[in-house]
């Protein structure tokens, strides 16, 4: 599956289905800043936790948006996907907008999230909280992989004068995401 036959998806829904969700929609209208917390907030509410294996009986499959908005239920990345497809369809900039897989060192899982742009940081929307909050304050996650228009990248640590500094160890586990880039050629932090 692509974001693109996501979005081709959406288009081609019902128009029953999409008046389903207004919370959606209305962030269609609003300024980049409250979009994205619209959007968090209205795909976090309209989706409950649910593994792949419970629904689909599966270990792992990730569904498209529709799908998941049309069940209520999915698992960390069906929320990203969702928040994806929504954001770019509400007019932000697909440049603006990543899928990250990021590893939790809080409870040891892989967890995926949703990075968009906004006044020059990274916001995270995240499936486990309503609160946005900035790629720099997600210190206990190590970021793996992005996922965006231009496909999929993996992240590698560089050491930095800054995270360096916070280290004593090769154990340490860097403060924020800023030490951590993609490997191919990508040239955004995110």
């Known amino acids: ?27 269609e209208h609003r300024l980049a800043g409250p979009r994205i917390g619209i959007v968090n907030r209205a795909i976090n509410l309209a989706i409950r936790p649910m593994s792949d294996l419970g629904q689909w009986g599966v270990i792992d499959r990730w569904s498209a948006p529709l799908d998941t908005l049309t069940t209520g239920f999915g698992d960390c990345e069906d929320y990203a996907i969702a928040k994806y497809v ?30 968009a742009r906004f006044d020059g940081d990274w916001i995270i929307l995240d499936n486990r909280r309503l609160m946005l909050v900035k790629d720099s304050d997600m210190r206990r996650t190590v970021p793996l992989f992005v996922l965006d228009q231009t496909g999929v990248r993996q992240f590698a640590y560089a050491a930095t004068p800054d995270a360096s500094a916070l280290c004593k160890d090769a154990s340490c586990v860097p403060a924020s995401w800023r030490g951590y880039w993609p490997v191919s050629g990508f040239s955004g932090q995110i």
């Open 1 to 27: 599956m692509t974001f693109s036959n996501s979005a081709e998806q959406a288009r081609s829904c019902a128009r029953q289905q999409r008046a389903s969700w207004p919370s959606l929609r209305k962030a």
């Open 86 to 115: 929504a954001l770019t369809q509400a007019g932000v900039a697909a440049e603006d907008v990543r899928l990250v897989i990021v590893h939790d060192l809080a409870i040891g899982e892989d967890h995926a999230v949703v990075a």
